[in-house]
């Protein structure tokens, strides 16, 4: 068989991986006579050639099997069994196994059939220590089709085993697949359901979100085997479409009726089915009368067209977001969430150290077995000691992905303690060997329709749960009626006492999500919920009122909290009024992920920009710190993170009117606020020049931040109340002061452009500005440029709204404002626009403490500010948007190099001196620092 190519190499990892096969094949040359090491070969292999973190607890090992005998190894997540043999063993000659004559392939293949199918692997790998056969259970005859290498040559065919980490061929990936599949045949039979009901309103989305939830438990029921055989789907063929709906109000009453308190006159199609209890079918529920098309939809393309028991709980909001009303989602500010996403928050929040706890039990090569089995044991009970709360919790997302990652574990636990024993002498683990409950998770959700998804989504893990454990135990595992349940409550979680759900002293972890809604686009009953936690202040997230509301649950305790959130409550003007207060209470922040996109399983992917902070009473002696740049993750280690996510003092930047250093005021350009009456594209200018040429004395280049960065002409109007009389003679400019006049009165009498009717001619004054040169810097700029890209002015171009202007010619301070001190400071301190800087004279230019500069510093910045200038003059036709894109630096040698030689100087005027080896993000952290540490002094009370 042909060998699929090396997949694509990440940089260094080519190498590093080739080493450690390398190292991998030196260590087990010559092992494995003895098939007992097979755990520790394969735990090697995962880990230090594959690259599978925790690649202890990533594997089963010895799992039993309901066709007899033990799986070597299962990899859950990669969808893979391992058969292994010892050294001596030839792959291809049989061996008698439960009285048959099979291969290692064959013998391996009768395992993965007898899994349930969820579980059931897409890759088989059959080896005896020296040779590895990989089949694909996809292909045509994988028996026989198979990729095979030798221990000798793993390093240089280590891709082969790429397949274990393939995002694309995961079960994660699978899981995902189904259930957007499922998602879309459900958003469909909803919308042609809307279209049968006669209520109106609230009634109406109730029930119907109702009754798709209660069929996707029937569908899932039904494809996971907890009802008979194909019995939702064969009940449903039964009935025409004028009996449907009274066959499904009967079925919804049998299944929340308790065996014993059904008639005995119930038929058995319907008698067959389960008690569910958990309250799922217990409300009445209108069901409107279904149609041919409907009924059609339901029996062929839901129930037969999906694999319901492989959809993915974790992403059932993600799946659901095509029931749940889109107005509701949107005003609710409501973010389905990706498992990836969700490991960012719980990963460093409990589930790395828990995962790492059991690695090191399983590890630990000096203990006893007995001693072992012990650790396991306490280790098990607390796993089911711990209680999570998620007080935005949606759909369940959060709670969902924790409870799989708890079982999973627990799972793990049990499969080591299993070990070979038969099912009948694994009674010792005690009379249920499940500890994990559902009851240990807590949830808060103000949507009734989202609250019964997190609920129904918890159940489904359950029971997938239930599933892995059976067949690691090799008992069954009673599924219905349901009794274990989560208790998510409806209700607004910010007009709550949190202790009346679970009191603060036995919670251990709160996460979530919570409502991603700007301050100005909050609701009356939104901005009264703010108003209760943060008083007076306007300018703060919704989300915000979550960090306050749980750090007043949690204070006292040991809980540790993490929220995504906006990434505007760790920037500009939201983090004083947040982030003091907590601060000052004695909140700490214990981990956190810069700013990054939040994706989501839903359909419209909503994105968003977001950043996750951990945060907690208590104080790590090392906190976690993540960035995301340009696709590229890292962490580091650090001793303290601040209000603003970077490691450096604490310091609170405060809004100023004025520079803290002896420099000249910058000032907003104007705003028209004019429906653009009084601005020209070039063509309008030629236009009315063309129509009336004196108007020339009137027309002015004109420029927003994008026009100025982009290089674009364009105009507007300027005109004084000295020129107003002159208007009679020139019909056309008279005309557009007109038309801005009369569509200013039409406007909202508090905003700008009502209050400026009576001076239609006009845009809003700006007291600072003269004609004259002054620097230009726009106010968006793009997240990718090193610099924001500034410039003088000389020839009288008005500044739009979007363009901050500071009147003077100094070299100096355009050094300065261009080098990578002052872009550094922006990075940190500046609001933003989705990902885009949000520059503000009154948080980035007024609170950047300026260098205590000697002379000999002040001109050499100055020279080097001219070189900058000089450089850019270098390439005619070059706008500041083609000079500043990070992709073109190589074309522009000159301007790179005159940027390196004036953040030098700079640096050096600020005291800063770095070696010539450390890279530039290590540098720009330092110099970060170093102005948090200025900025303190130069703001601290002299009294204090």
């Known amino acids: 068989m042909q060998q699929p190519p090396p997949s694509a190499e990440r940089g260094p990892h080519l190498n590093e991986r080739r080493l450690a096969a390398k190292a991998f094949t030196q260590r087990w040359d010559g092992h494995g006579y003895e098939k007992g090491e097979t755990q520790a070969f394969w735990i090697d292999l995962l880990g230090s050639v594959v690259g599978i973190e925790g690649a202890a607890t990533a594997a089963i090992f010895e799992q039993k099997t309901s066709a007899g005998g033990f799986i070597d190894v299962l990899i859950p997540e990669a969808r893979t069994l391992v058969e292994q043999k010892a050294s001596h063993i030839d792959l291809d000659k049989p061996e008698p196994r439960q009285g048959t004559m099979v291969t290692p392939y064959q013998q391996a293949k009768r395992y ?169 079918f217990a409300d009445p529920i209108e069901i409107p009368q279904l149609t041919q098309e409907i009924c059609t939809l339901l029996v062929h393309e839901v129930s037969t067209g999906v694999d319901w028991s492989g959809i993915s709980p974790t992403v059932f909001g993600g799946v659901f977001e095509s029931t749940l009303n889109p107005e509701t989602r949107r005003a609710g500010g409501m973010h389905y969430t990706s ?180 301050y100005s686009n909050l609701t009356p009953e939104q901005n009264a919920d703010r108003a209760r936690l943060f008083g007076k202040v306007k300018t703060v997230d919704y989300v915000a009122c979550w960090y306050v509301k749980a750090a007043q649950y949690m204070r006292g305790t040991a809980i540790h909290t993490a929220f995504v959130s906006t990434n505007s409550i760790c920037q500009g003007q939201q983090v004083t009024p947040i982030w003091k207060p907590l601060f000052n209470d004695g909140v700490d922040i214990t981990f956190a992920h810069r700013s990054f996109v939040w994706g989501n399983e839903a359909s419209d992917q909503a994105h968003v920009h977001v950043v996750i902070v951990g945060f907690s009473y208590e104080s790590p002696t090392s906190k976690l710190l993540f960035e995301h740049n ?128 009576n001076r239609p001619h006009q845009f ?40 901050y202007f500071i009147p003077t010619d100094r070299l100096d301070i355009f050094g300065i404002l261009m080098s990578r001190v002052h872009n550094a400071w922006m990075r940190v301190v500046a609001g933003r626009l989705k990902s885009d800087y949000n520059y503000a004279n009154t948080i980035v230019y007024n609170t950047l403490v300026w260098p205590d500069a000697t002379d000999t510093q002040r001109a050499e910045i100055e020279h080097c500010a001219q070189a900058v200038l000089d450089a850019r003059a270098q390439y005619e036709g070059a706008s500041l948007a083609d000079l500043y894109d990070p992709d073109n630096d190589f074309l522009y040698p000159a301007l790179t190099a005159a940027h390196r030689a004036l953040d030098l100087a700079v ?25 948090f540490a200025l900025y303190a002094r130069a703001t601290a009370d002299p009294s204090a």
């Open 339 to 518: 498992p990836q996403n969700i490991h960012r928050v719980i990963d460093p929040l409990f589930l790395d150290a828990l995962t790492a706890e059991l690695e090191g039990i399983l590890a630990d090569t000096t203990v006893t077995e007995r001693t072992r089995k012990t650790r396991l044991r306490r280790y098990q009970d607390k796993l089911a000691s711990l209680t999570f709360l998620d007080p935005a919790a949606g759909s369940g997302n959060f709670l969902t992905e924790t409870f799989i990652c708890l079982r999973r574990l627990e799972n793990k636990v049990l499969s080591v303690l299993q070990g070979p024993q038969t099912a009948l002498e694994f009674e010792g683990v005690g009379e249920s060997a499940i500890k994990v409950q559902l009851a240990q998770f807590h949830g808060i959700e103000i949507n009734d329709f989202a609250a019964s998804v997190a609920r129904t989504a918890l159940w489904i893990a359950e029971l997938q749960a239930n599933a892995e454990t059976a067949e690691i135990i090799q008992r069954e595992v009673e599924d219905l009626p349901l009794r274990d349940a989560a208790t998510i409550i409806e209700g607004n979680a910010l007009d709550m006492d949190w202790n009346d759900l679970l009191p603060a002293s036995r919670c251990s972890y709160i996460m979530g999500n919570p409502p991603f809604i700007g």
């Open 630 to 757: 340009s696709g590229a993750s890292s962490v580091r280690e650090v001793a303290h993170i601040n209000a603003y996510l970077v490691d450096a003092p604490d310091a609170f930047i405060e809004r100023r009117s004025q520079p803290l250093g002896d420099v000249p005021a910058m000032a907003q350009g104007f705003k028209p606020a004019d429906h653009g009456y009084l601005i020209l594209s070039d063509t309008e200018r030629s236009t009315l020049l063309d129509e009336d040429p004196d108007a020339v004395q009137w027309v002015r280049e004109f420029s927003m931040g994008a026009e100025f960065i982009k290089g674009q002409d364009r105009y507007c109007l300027w005109l004084s109340d000295f020129d107003l009389p002159a208007l009679t003679k020139h019909p056309e400019v008279r005309a557009r002061v007109d038309a801005c006049h009369s569509w200013r009165l039409e406007q909202t009498p508090t905003g700008d452009a009502f209050k400026l009717a």
């Open 112 to 280: 993965a059939d007898s899994l349930p199918n969820p579980q059931r692997p897409d890759f088989i790998v059959v080896c005896n220590f020296e040779c590895f056969r990989v089949h694909d259970l996809r292909r045509e005859d994988p028996e026989h089709s198979y990729i095979s290498f030798t221990l000798a040559e793993l390093a240089e065919q280590y891709h082969l085993l790429d397949f274990l980490i393939d995002p694309a061929r995961s079960r994660s990936e699978r899981e995902r697949q189904v259930s957007i599949q499922a998602g879309e045949v459900i958003g469909q039979l909803r919308d042609a359901l809307h279209e049968q009901y006669r209520t109106a309103g609230d009634d109406r989305w109730r029930d119907l979100n109702v009754l798709c939830v209660r069929l996707v438990f029937c569908l899932y029921a039904e494809d996971a085997g907890l009802f008979p055989k194909d019995a939702f789907g064969t009940y449903l063929h039964s009935f025409s479409p004028a009996q449907m709906r009274q066959a499904l109000l009967d079925l919804f009453t049998v299944l929340n009726t308790p065996s014993e308190a059904r008639s005995v006159y119930l038929s058995p199609e319907l008698a067959c089915f389960p008690y569910v209890n958990g309250g799922l």
């Open 907 to 931: 640096e050096q005027a600020y005291g800063l001196s770095f070696p010539a080896q450390m890279g530039e993000e290590e540098r720009e952290r330092a110099i970060v620092a170093h102005l």
């Open 764 to 803: 809003r004054p700006n007291g600072l500005f003269r004609d004259g040169t002054y620097i230009a810097v726009p106010a968006v700029s793009s997240e990718r440029r090193h610099y924001i890209p500034m410039g003088f002015v000389h020839n009288g171009m008005i500044p739009g709204n979007k363009l």
